[in-house]
Protein backbone atom coordinates (compact mmCIF):
# COMPACT_ATOMS: atom_id res chain seq x y z
CA UNK A 1 0.00 0.00 0.00
CA UNK A 2 1.11 3.49 -0.52
CA UNK A 3 2.63 5.71 2.13
CA UNK A 4 -0.37 8.13 2.94
CA UNK A 5 1.46 11.54 2.27
CA UNK A 6 2.04 13.75 5.77
CA UNK A 7 -0.55 15.52 7.06
CA UNK A 8 0.30 18.86 8.92
CA UNK A 9 -2.20 20.85 11.17
CA UNK A 10 -1.77 24.26 12.79
CA UNK A 11 -1.58 23.96 16.83
CA UNK A 12 -3.44 27.30 17.50
CA UNK A 13 -6.37 27.00 15.27
CA UNK A 14 -6.62 23.10 13.61
CA UNK A 15 -6.57 23.75 10.51
CA UNK A 16 -5.16 20.76 8.16
CA UNK A 17 -2.52 22.08 5.17
CA UNK A 18 -1.38 19.88 2.55
CA UNK A 19 2.09 21.49 2.97
CA UNK A 20 4.49 23.09 5.58
CA UNK A 21 4.23 26.50 5.97
CA UNK A 22 5.88 29.37 8.17
CA UNK A 23 2.73 30.74 8.64
CA UNK A 24 -1.31 29.36 9.30
CA UNK A 25 -3.44 30.82 6.42
CA UNK A 26 -6.40 30.11 8.56
CA UNK A 27 -5.56 31.93 11.98
CA UNK A 28 -2.47 33.97 10.61
CA UNK A 29 -0.54 32.31 13.59
CA UNK A 30 3.31 32.09 12.98
CA UNK A 31 5.39 29.16 13.33
CA UNK A 32 2.10 27.03 14.42
CA UNK A 33 2.10 24.17 11.56
CA UNK A 34 3.22 21.08 12.49
CA UNK A 35 3.15 17.65 11.04
CA UNK A 36 0.92 14.88 12.20
CA UNK A 37 0.93 11.56 12.33
CA UNK A 38 -1.29 9.89 10.31
CA UNK A 39 -4.37 7.64 11.45
CA UNK A 40 -3.26 4.19 11.45
CA UNK A 41 -4.57 2.66 8.05
CA UNK A 42 -5.78 -1.35 8.36
CA UNK A 43 -4.84 -2.14 4.65
CA UNK A 44 -7.76 -2.62 2.00
CA UNK A 45 -9.92 -0.29 4.73
CA UNK A 46 -13.10 0.70 3.73
CA UNK A 47 -16.04 -0.80 5.84
CA UNK A 48 -17.82 -2.52 3.11
CA UNK A 49 -16.58 -6.06 3.63
CA UNK A 50 -17.23 -7.67 7.38
CA UNK A 51 -20.63 -7.61 8.61
CA UNK A 52 -21.10 -5.71 12.04
CA UNK A 53 -23.54 -5.39 14.34
CA UNK A 54 -26.92 -4.38 14.28
CA UNK A 55 -27.43 -1.14 16.38
CA UNK A 56 -30.66 -0.97 18.51
CA UNK A 57 -32.83 1.78 17.45
CA UNK A 58 -35.41 3.26 19.49
CA UNK A 59 -38.39 5.63 19.46
CA UNK A 60 -38.01 9.39 20.16
CA UNK A 61 -40.41 9.27 22.77
CA UNK A 62 -38.72 6.73 24.66
CA UNK A 63 -39.05 7.33 28.51
CA UNK A 64 -35.83 7.67 29.78
CA UNK A 65 -35.34 9.24 33.45
CA UNK A 66 -33.26 12.86 33.26
CA UNK A 67 -29.86 12.15 34.36
CA UNK A 68 -28.75 12.29 38.16
CA UNK A 69 -26.81 15.58 39.17
CA UNK A 70 -24.16 16.00 41.83
CA UNK A 71 -24.75 19.16 43.47
CA UNK A 72 -21.58 20.72 44.78
CA UNK A 73 -23.29 23.22 46.80
CA UNK A 74 -21.30 26.18 45.33
CA UNK A 75 -24.56 27.97 43.77
CA UNK A 76 -22.44 29.52 40.99
CA UNK A 77 -20.90 26.42 39.71
CA UNK A 78 -23.95 24.19 40.18
CA UNK A 79 -26.19 26.68 38.06
CA UNK A 80 -22.86 26.85 35.21
CA UNK A 81 -23.40 23.50 35.02
CA UNK A 82 -26.72 22.96 34.19
CA UNK A 83 -28.13 22.60 37.71
CA UNK A 84 -25.21 19.91 38.96
CA UNK A 85 -22.81 17.75 37.92
CA UNK A 86 -23.89 14.99 35.42
CA UNK A 87 -22.26 11.54 35.34
CA UNK A 88 -19.78 10.60 32.37
CA UNK A 89 -20.16 13.91 31.42
CA UNK A 90 -16.80 15.35 29.95
CA UNK A 91 -16.12 19.19 30.95
CA UNK A 92 -13.69 21.41 29.32
CA UNK A 93 -12.72 24.41 31.69
CA UNK A 94 -11.16 27.29 29.75
CA UNK A 95 -9.25 30.27 30.43
CA UNK A 96 -6.00 32.21 30.84
CA UNK A 97 -2.79 31.04 32.73
CA UNK A 98 -3.27 32.65 36.29
CA UNK A 99 -6.52 33.61 36.32
CA UNK A 100 -7.65 31.09 38.59
CA UNK A 101 -8.74 27.85 36.72
CA UNK A 102 -6.47 25.86 39.40
CA UNK A 103 -8.37 27.16 42.75
CA UNK A 104 -11.55 26.90 41.04
CA UNK A 105 -11.60 22.84 40.05
CA UNK A 106 -9.56 22.25 43.48
CA UNK A 107 -12.00 23.94 45.60
CA UNK A 108 -14.49 21.95 43.39
CA UNK A 109 -12.94 18.95 43.37
CA UNK A 110 -13.31 19.54 47.56
CA UNK A 111 -16.52 20.36 47.48
CA UNK A 112 -17.98 17.52 44.99
CA UNK A 113 -15.31 15.17 47.56
CA UNK A 114 -17.66 16.68 50.59
CA UNK A 115 -20.75 15.52 48.70
CA UNK A 116 -19.63 11.67 48.78
CA UNK A 117 -18.34 11.80 45.24
CA UNK A 118 -15.18 9.69 44.84
CA UNK A 119 -13.09 12.40 43.56
CA UNK A 120 -9.71 12.22 42.07
CA UNK A 121 -7.47 15.50 41.08
CA UNK A 122 -4.99 15.31 39.15
CA UNK A 123 -2.03 17.74 38.40
CA UNK A 124 0.22 17.72 35.60
CA UNK A 125 1.84 21.21 36.12
CA UNK A 126 2.33 21.17 39.60
CA UNK A 127 4.33 19.28 41.95
CA UNK A 128 1.80 17.17 44.94
CA UNK A 129 3.45 19.37 47.71
CA UNK A 130 2.44 22.68 45.64
CA UNK A 131 -1.18 21.16 45.32
CA UNK A 132 -1.46 20.65 49.12
CA UNK A 133 0.00 23.82 50.11
CA UNK A 134 -2.70 25.67 47.88
CA UNK A 135 -5.42 22.94 49.61
CA UNK A 136 -3.85 24.23 53.29
CA UNK A 137 -3.92 27.89 52.32
CA UNK A 138 -7.85 27.65 51.03
CA UNK A 139 -8.99 25.48 54.18
CA UNK A 140 -9.53 22.29 51.60
CA UNK A 141 -7.35 19.36 53.33
CA UNK A 142 -9.87 17.92 55.13
CA UNK A 143 -12.00 17.08 51.92
CA UNK A 144 -11.34 13.34 50.88
CA UNK A 145 -9.98 13.90 47.38
CA UNK A 146 -7.01 11.80 46.03
CA UNK A 147 -4.69 14.13 44.32
CA UNK A 148 -2.00 12.53 42.27
CA UNK A 149 0.70 14.67 40.00
CA UNK A 150 0.80 12.66 37.09
CA UNK A 151 1.37 13.64 33.10
CA UNK A 152 1.62 10.03 31.48
CA UNK A 153 -1.91 9.18 30.31
CA UNK A 154 -1.52 5.31 29.96
CA UNK A 155 -0.59 5.55 33.73
CA UNK A 156 -3.55 8.06 34.83
CA UNK A 157 -6.29 5.81 32.72
CA UNK A 158 -4.51 2.11 34.62
CA UNK A 159 -5.52 4.43 37.82
CA UNK A 160 -8.61 5.38 36.79
CA UNK A 161 -9.98 2.00 35.91
CA UNK A 162 -8.48 0.85 39.49
CA UNK A 163 -9.94 3.65 41.46
CA UNK A 164 -13.71 3.95 39.37
CA UNK A 165 -14.10 7.84 40.51
CA UNK A 166 -17.29 9.84 40.50
CA UNK A 167 -15.18 12.94 39.18
CA UNK A 168 -12.08 13.05 37.82
CA UNK A 169 -9.92 16.67 37.21
CA UNK A 170 -7.11 16.99 34.91
CA UNK A 171 -5.32 20.26 35.34
CA UNK A 172 -4.33 20.97 32.43
CA UNK A 173 -4.99 18.70 29.34
CA UNK A 174 -2.47 20.32 27.28
CA UNK A 175 0.64 18.71 30.17
CA UNK A 176 -0.62 15.51 29.63
CA UNK A 177 1.26 12.65 26.29
CA UNK A 178 -0.03 9.62 25.08
CA UNK A 179 2.92 6.87 24.49
CA UNK A 180 0.90 6.13 21.48
CA UNK A 181 1.59 9.32 19.44
CA UNK A 182 4.97 10.27 18.56
CA UNK A 183 4.51 14.29 19.19
CA UNK A 184 5.67 16.65 22.05
CA UNK A 185 2.84 17.24 25.01
CA UNK A 186 0.35 20.22 24.19
CA UNK A 187 0.53 19.86 20.17
CA UNK A 188 -2.65 19.03 18.54
CA UNK A 189 -2.03 15.42 18.00
CA UNK A 190 -1.75 14.46 21.36
CA UNK A 191 -4.50 16.97 22.73
CA UNK A 192 -6.57 15.04 20.73
CA UNK A 193 -5.65 11.78 21.66
CA UNK A 194 -5.70 12.59 25.75
CA UNK A 195 -9.10 14.46 25.81
CA UNK A 196 -10.28 10.85 23.28
CA UNK A 197 -9.04 8.61 25.61
CA UNK A 198 -10.28 10.53 28.46
CA UNK A 199 -13.75 11.56 27.03
CA UNK A 200 -14.34 7.93 26.24
CA UNK A 201 -13.49 6.84 29.53
CA UNK A 202 -16.01 8.91 30.93
CA UNK A 203 -18.59 7.37 28.97
CA UNK A 204 -17.42 3.98 29.21
CA UNK A 205 -17.18 4.12 33.05
CA UNK A 206 -20.05 6.97 34.40
CA UNK A 207 -17.00 9.15 35.77
CA UNK A 208 -17.53 12.81 34.90
CA UNK A 209 -14.22 14.18 33.58
CA UNK A 210 -13.17 17.63 34.10
CA UNK A 211 -10.19 18.94 31.48
CA UNK A 212 -8.75 22.27 32.44
CA UNK A 213 -7.38 23.66 28.81
CA UNK A 214 -5.45 26.77 28.75
CA UNK A 215 -6.27 29.46 26.27
CA UNK A 216 -3.81 30.86 24.19
CA UNK A 217 -3.56 34.58 23.54
CA UNK A 218 -6.08 34.82 20.30
CA UNK A 219 -8.29 33.87 22.85
CA UNK A 220 -8.77 29.79 21.90
CA UNK A 221 -7.88 27.21 23.86
CA UNK A 222 -4.54 25.45 21.93
CA UNK A 223 -6.70 23.24 19.07
CA UNK A 224 -10.11 24.36 20.37
CA UNK A 225 -12.22 23.33 17.39
CA UNK A 226 -10.05 19.43 18.15
CA UNK A 227 -11.55 19.18 21.72
CA UNK A 228 -14.46 21.40 22.07
CA UNK A 229 -16.70 19.15 19.86
CA UNK A 230 -15.37 16.39 21.94
CA UNK A 231 -16.46 17.20 25.00
CA UNK A 232 -20.34 17.78 26.71
CA UNK A 233 -19.90 21.44 28.27
CA UNK A 234 -17.33 24.08 27.55
CA UNK A 235 -16.88 26.24 30.27
CA UNK A 236 -14.30 29.49 29.66
CA UNK A 237 -13.31 31.06 33.63
CA UNK A 238 -12.64 34.81 32.54
CA UNK A 239 -11.90 37.86 34.11
CA UNK A 240 -9.58 41.48 33.57
CA UNK A 241 -6.34 40.83 35.20
CA UNK A 242 -6.34 43.59 37.96
CA UNK A 243 -9.97 42.78 38.45
CA UNK A 244 -11.11 40.67 41.54
CA UNK A 245 -14.08 39.45 39.63
CA UNK A 246 -14.35 36.16 37.62
CA UNK A 247 -16.65 34.87 35.63
CA UNK A 248 -17.29 31.42 34.56
CA UNK A 249 -19.20 31.15 31.28
CA UNK A 250 -20.78 28.41 29.87
CA UNK A 251 -20.46 28.22 26.07
CA UNK A 252 -21.58 25.14 25.25
CA UNK A 253 -23.39 23.01 27.73
CA UNK A 254 -25.10 19.83 26.29
CA UNK A 255 -26.53 19.58 29.67
CA UNK A 256 -28.47 22.96 30.68
CA UNK A 257 -28.31 26.33 29.17
CA UNK A 258 -25.22 28.13 27.77
CA UNK A 259 -24.26 31.36 27.90
CA UNK A 260 -25.33 30.87 31.67
CA UNK A 261 -23.08 32.64 33.73
CA UNK A 262 -21.39 32.23 37.19
CA UNK A 263 -19.56 34.84 39.32
CA UNK A 264 -16.70 34.66 42.04
CA UNK A 265 -14.40 36.92 43.26
CA UNK A 266 -10.55 35.94 44.36
CA UNK A 267 -9.79 36.49 47.62
CA UNK A 268 -6.75 35.61 49.66
CA UNK A 269 -8.67 32.50 50.83
CA UNK A 270 -9.63 31.70 46.99
CA UNK A 271 -12.09 31.85 45.10
CA UNK A 272 -15.39 33.38 46.96
CA UNK A 273 -19.27 33.09 45.23
CA UNK A 274 -20.90 36.52 44.35
CA UNK A 275 -24.60 35.74 44.54
CA UNK A 276 -26.07 39.52 43.74
CA UNK A 277 -23.19 40.01 40.65
CA UNK A 278 -25.28 43.20 39.65
CA UNK A 279 -24.90 44.90 43.17
CA UNK A 280 -21.66 44.13 42.92
CA UNK A 281 -20.92 45.43 39.29
CA UNK A 282 -22.67 48.45 40.16
CA UNK A 283 -20.96 49.04 43.64
CA UNK A 284 -18.21 51.20 42.11
CA UNK A 285 -21.02 53.68 40.68
CA UNK A 286 -20.91 57.10 42.48
CA UNK A 287 -22.43 60.55 41.75
CA UNK A 288 -24.21 60.49 38.08
CA UNK A 289 -21.52 61.09 35.66
CA UNK A 290 -21.37 62.11 31.68
CA UNK A 291 -20.99 59.18 30.09
CA UNK A 292 -21.98 56.69 32.55
CA UNK A 293 -25.21 53.79 31.62
CA UNK A 294 -27.05 51.12 33.36
CA UNK A 295 -27.37 48.19 30.82
CA UNK A 296 -30.12 45.68 32.32
CA UNK A 297 -29.10 42.61 30.50
CA UNK A 298 -29.33 39.08 31.04
CA UNK A 299 -26.70 36.35 31.37
CA UNK A 300 -28.15 33.01 30.89
CA UNK A 301 -31.09 32.91 32.67
CA UNK A 302 -30.36 35.63 35.31
CA UNK A 303 -30.59 39.19 35.14
CA UNK A 304 -27.45 41.09 35.80
CA UNK A 305 -27.21 44.73 35.46
CA UNK A 306 -24.20 46.54 34.84
CA UNK A 307 -22.55 49.76 33.63
CA UNK A 308 -21.38 51.34 30.59
CA UNK A 309 -18.66 53.52 30.56
CA UNK A 310 -17.78 56.14 27.92
CA UNK A 311 -14.98 58.84 27.53
CA UNK A 312 -15.30 60.93 24.48
CA UNK A 313 -12.50 63.41 23.95
CA UNK A 314 -10.93 65.47 21.04
CA UNK A 315 -7.86 63.21 19.28
CA UNK A 316 -4.87 64.49 17.68
CA UNK A 317 -4.72 61.57 15.25
CA UNK A 318 -5.53 60.95 11.79
CA UNK A 319 -8.04 57.77 12.64
CA UNK A 320 -9.22 59.15 16.32
CA UNK A 321 -8.96 56.01 18.53
CA UNK A 322 -11.72 53.35 19.70
CA UNK A 323 -10.98 51.48 22.32
CA UNK A 324 -13.23 49.07 23.26
CA UNK A 325 -13.21 46.79 26.65
CA UNK A 326 -16.26 43.64 26.92
CA UNK A 327 -18.17 44.73 24.60
CA UNK A 328 -18.29 43.58 20.83
CA UNK A 329 -15.89 46.40 19.22
CA UNK A 330 -18.01 45.43 15.38
CA UNK A 331 -20.93 46.67 17.23
CA UNK A 332 -19.64 50.10 18.79
CA UNK A 333 -18.43 50.61 15.32
CA UNK A 334 -21.89 49.88 13.62
CA UNK A 335 -23.80 52.33 16.89
CA UNK A 336 -21.09 54.98 16.12
CA UNK A 337 -22.25 54.81 11.91
CA UNK A 338 -25.49 54.52 13.01
CA UNK A 339 -25.10 57.55 15.28
CA UNK A 340 -23.71 59.54 12.75
CA UNK A 341 -25.58 58.91 9.93
CA UNK A 342 -29.23 58.63 10.82
CA UNK A 343 -28.93 60.86 13.59
CA UNK A 344 -26.48 63.29 12.13
CA UNK A 345 -24.30 62.91 15.23
CA UNK A 346 -20.85 62.52 14.13
CA UNK A 347 -17.58 61.26 16.13
CA UNK A 348 -15.26 62.02 13.48
CA UNK A 349 -12.08 63.77 14.91
CA UNK A 350 -12.73 61.95 18.34
CA UNK A 351 -11.11 59.51 20.45
CA UNK A 352 -13.62 57.27 21.71
CA UNK A 353 -13.23 54.75 25.01
CA UNK A 354 -15.94 51.93 26.12
CA UNK A 355 -15.80 49.59 28.77
CA UNK A 356 -17.82 47.82 31.15
CA UNK A 357 -17.52 48.67 34.70
CA UNK A 358 -16.01 45.39 36.70
CA UNK A 359 -14.68 43.25 33.91
CA UNK A 360 -17.23 42.00 32.77
CA UNK A 361 -17.78 40.81 29.17
CA UNK A 362 -21.30 41.68 27.53
CA UNK A 363 -22.62 39.58 24.60
CA UNK A 364 -25.99 40.67 23.76
CA UNK A 365 -27.08 42.80 21.34
CA UNK A 366 -29.30 44.31 23.99
CA UNK A 367 -26.92 46.52 25.34
CA UNK A 368 -26.62 48.48 21.88
CA UNK A 369 -29.07 50.96 23.39
CA UNK A 370 -26.85 51.70 26.58
CA UNK A 371 -24.11 51.92 24.83
CA UNK A 372 -25.35 54.14 22.61
CA UNK A 373 -26.63 56.20 25.72
CA UNK A 374 -22.99 56.19 27.31
CA UNK A 375 -21.65 57.23 23.98
CA UNK A 376 -23.84 60.68 23.60
CA UNK A 377 -23.69 60.97 27.29
CA UNK A 378 -20.18 61.42 27.02
CA UNK A 379 -19.99 63.19 23.75
CA UNK A 380 -22.47 65.88 25.19
CA UNK A 381 -21.51 66.07 28.75
CA UNK A 382 -24.61 65.43 30.29
CA UNK A 383 -25.13 63.01 32.99
CA UNK A 384 -27.66 60.66 32.39
CA UNK A 385 -30.63 60.00 35.82
CA UNK A 386 -28.83 58.18 38.33
CA UNK A 387 -32.03 55.58 38.71
CA UNK A 388 -32.42 54.89 34.95
CA UNK A 389 -31.77 50.82 33.52
CA UNK A 390 -31.20 50.86 29.44
CA UNK A 391 -31.95 48.02 27.21
CA UNK A 392 -32.60 47.45 23.66
CA UNK A 393 -30.90 46.05 20.17
CA UNK A 394 -30.72 48.89 17.52
CA UNK A 395 -30.87 48.21 13.64
CA UNK A 396 -28.78 49.36 10.99
CA UNK A 397 -32.09 51.69 10.06
CA UNK A 398 -31.97 53.22 13.58
CA UNK A 399 -34.89 51.76 14.90
CA UNK A 400 -35.62 50.10 17.95
CA UNK A 401 -35.74 46.65 18.33
CA UNK A 402 -37.38 44.87 21.45
CA UNK A 403 -35.37 42.18 23.16
CA UNK A 404 -36.19 38.88 24.91
CA UNK A 405 -36.87 38.59 28.96
CA UNK A 406 -37.77 42.49 29.82
CA UNK A 407 -39.73 41.27 32.48
CA UNK A 408 -37.01 39.78 34.25
CA UNK A 409 -34.72 43.07 33.58
CA UNK A 410 -36.87 45.28 34.89
CA UNK A 411 -37.32 43.28 37.85
CA UNK A 412 -33.68 42.95 38.82
CA UNK A 413 -33.59 46.89 38.03
CA UNK A 414 -36.58 47.64 40.26
CA UNK A 415 -35.34 45.35 43.02
CA UNK A 416 -31.34 47.53 43.34
CA UNK A 417 -33.44 50.88 43.68
CA UNK A 418 -33.70 51.38 39.99
CA UNK A 419 -37.31 53.23 39.09
CA UNK A 420 -37.26 54.58 35.35
CA UNK A 421 -36.27 51.89 32.11
CA UNK A 422 -35.96 53.33 28.61
CA UNK A 423 -36.61 50.35 26.47
CA UNK A 424 -37.71 49.75 22.69
CA UNK A 425 -41.50 49.96 21.52
CA UNK A 426 -43.01 46.15 21.53
CA UNK A 427 -41.41 45.53 25.00
CA UNK A 428 -43.36 42.81 26.45
CA UNK A 429 -43.52 44.53 29.97
CA UNK A 430 -46.72 45.23 31.08
CA UNK A 431 -46.45 43.52 34.57
CA UNK A 432 -46.12 45.12 38.04
CA UNK A 433 -42.68 45.63 37.93
CA UNK A 434 -42.94 49.63 39.45
CA UNK A 435 -41.05 51.01 37.28
CA UNK A 436 -41.70 53.87 34.73
CA UNK A 437 -41.40 52.97 31.10
CA UNK A 438 -40.26 55.06 28.33
CA UNK A 439 -40.69 53.34 25.10
CA UNK A 440 -39.38 54.62 22.03
CA UNK A 441 -39.17 53.81 18.39
CA UNK A 442 -35.99 54.93 17.31
CA UNK A 443 -32.60 56.29 18.18
CA UNK A 444 -33.60 59.82 16.65
CA UNK A 445 -36.57 60.03 19.13
CA UNK A 446 -34.10 58.86 21.84
CA UNK A 447 -31.15 61.38 20.96
CA UNK A 448 -33.53 63.95 20.88
CA UNK A 449 -35.53 63.49 24.38
CA UNK A 450 -32.70 62.29 26.15
CA UNK A 451 -30.27 65.07 25.23
CA UNK A 452 -32.02 67.46 22.52
CA UNK A 453 -29.66 66.68 19.85
CA UNK A 454 -30.25 64.70 16.38
P1 LIG B 1 -4.37 29.52 39.56
O1 LIG B 1 -5.57 28.81 40.06
O2 LIG B 1 -3.06 28.89 39.78
O3 LIG B 1 -4.53 29.88 38.02
P2 LIG B 1 -4.52 28.93 36.73
O4 LIG B 1 -4.64 27.53 37.19
O5 LIG B 1 -5.71 29.40 35.94
O6 LIG B 1 -3.27 29.20 36.01
O7 LIG B 1 -4.46 30.98 40.22
C1 LIG B 1 -3.34 31.71 40.34
C2 LIG B 1 -3.64 33.10 40.79
O8 LIG B 1 -4.64 33.19 41.76
C3 LIG B 1 -2.40 33.66 41.37
O9 LIG B 1 -2.09 34.85 40.68
C4 LIG B 1 -2.71 33.91 42.81
C5 LIG B 1 -4.19 33.96 42.87
N1 LIG B 1 -4.73 33.40 44.12
C6 LIG B 1 -5.32 34.24 45.04
O10 LIG B 1 -5.40 35.46 44.87
N2 LIG B 1 -5.86 33.69 46.19
C7 LIG B 1 -5.81 32.38 46.45
O11 LIG B 1 -6.31 31.93 47.49
C8 LIG B 1 -5.19 31.51 45.49
C9 LIG B 1 -5.09 30.04 45.72
C10 LIG B 1 -4.68 32.06 44.34
MG1 LIG C 1 -3.22 26.02 37.00
Known sequence: MAKSPPSFRCAECGATHAKWSGRCDACGAWNSIVEESPLSKVPGSGLGGAKGKLITLSALDTKEAPPKRAKAGMDELDRVLGGGLVPASAILVGGDPGIGKSTLLLQAAAAFARKGLKTLYISGEEAASQVRMRAARLGLTDAPVGLGAETSLRDILTTLEAER???????????????????????????????????????????????????????????????????????????ERGHQFRILRAVKNRFGPASEIGVFEMTGAGLAEVSNPSALFLSERGQPAPGSAVFAGIEGTRPVLTEIQALVAPSSLASPRRTVVGLDSGRISTILAVLESRCGIPFTGLDVFLNVAGGMKVIEPAADLAAAAALLSAREDTALPADMVIFGEISLSGALRPVGQAENRLKEAAKLGFSQAIAPTGTKADGTTGMSMRKLGDLVTFTGEMFGAG
Open 165 to 239: PDLVVIDSIQTMWSDRVESAPGSVSQLRAAAHELVSFAKRRGTAVILVGHVTKEGQIAGPRVIEHMVDTVLYFEG
